[in-house]
């Protein structure tokens, strides 16, 4: 990918394109809508992690989650921790009504702050937003993503994410085809997934068996770094490591590629390095 300019120096790196995006929409079109549930991502998740092993033949590798691919990749790192050198949580989801609420909350008062009638008016009118008991829907979430990228609170210092979704077009993995095709099929996964995802809490899991390493954006609202550091706080595991990108909100992959680049390095690589497992 476009962003990841330097890990194949220090690691084999495998990207997975899920159902209905990306090269895969390209080469196997639209999935039916009764095969995008949570329960069957998690399963191609598992999937492609046995598939690697194989591939390469190895016992074990490192599953790095960004957003809501943190949920699959916690959710799997609880489960299989056999598979895994270390689990690298990025943008990472753990309580996710607690953290809408959050998000919801905060733009809010960067809307008041900033006088916004429109956007305090539009954020009044879905709470109580994030609370249990009171379900999230699709319509409710993207209006509290459009404020909330509004004031920053996705990309630092930015209006939204667009730039990321847009400059994929670099990656020569990528085909004309490809980039025509990678965003068609989002609308269906958005309404079959996006509400259970973000009603989804993680912070049960209270105990891993692999070390873990996260990766939090320090100005990250989209996925509420706060909520996500309060739960690394207490989660049990063989060794953790909390890494904080100052400059960065939910896109470190973009906001800070060069020190994400030398966080693997310097504290996963060492990890299978420690097992004999190291990539030459």
């Known amino acids: 990918m476009w962003w990841d300019r330097g890990w ?45 092993l194989k591939r390469f033949g190895k016992r074990k590798l490192f599953v790095l989650g960004h957003s809501w691919g943190s949920m699959l990749g916690l959710k799997l790192a609880a489960a299989h921790p056999e598979w895994l050198h270390a689990y690298i949580g990025m943008g990472q989801l753990t309580d996710g009504l607690e953290s809408e609420r959050r998000g919801w909350e905060w733009t809010l008062a960067k809307a008041r702050a900033d006088g916004n009638a429109q956007a305090i008016s539009d954020l009044e009118a879905i709470a109580p937003y994030g609370r249990p008991g009171s379900p999230l829907s699709v319509p409710a979430i993207l209006t509290q993503r459009k404020w909330l990228n509004h004031y920053g609170g996705a990309a630092w210092r930015r209006y939204g994410g667009d730039f990321e979704a847009a400059a994929f077009q670099l990656a020569p993995e990528y085909s004309d085809d490809d980039v025509r095709n990678a965003f068609k099929g989002q609308a ?34 989209n996925v ?39 966080t693997l390095v310097t504290e996963a690589r060492p990890i299978a390095a420690q097992a004999g497992d190291v990539a030459p």
């Open 8 to 52: 194949d120096e220090y690691f084999t790196v495998v990207h997975w394109d899920q159902r209905n995006a990306g090269k895969t929409y390209s080469l196997s079109g639209a999935n039916d809508p009764a095969t995008l549930t949570p329960e069957r991502f998690q399963a191609d998740a598992e999937e492609v992690v046995q598939w690697a």
């Open 188 to 221: 269906p996964v958005t309404e079959a997934l996006l509400p259970k995802v973000l009603a989804t809490n993680l912070a049960t899991i209270q105990q891993l068996k692999v070390p873990l390493l996260l990766l939090l954006g320090r100005h990250d609202v």
């Open 224 to 262: 509420s770094s706060e909520v996500a550091a309060e739960w690394f706080s207490r989660v049990q595991v063989p060794s953790k490591r909390l890494v904080w990108f100052e400059r960065s909100g939910h896109h470190i992959t973009s906001e800070e590629p060069g020190k994400l680049l030398t």
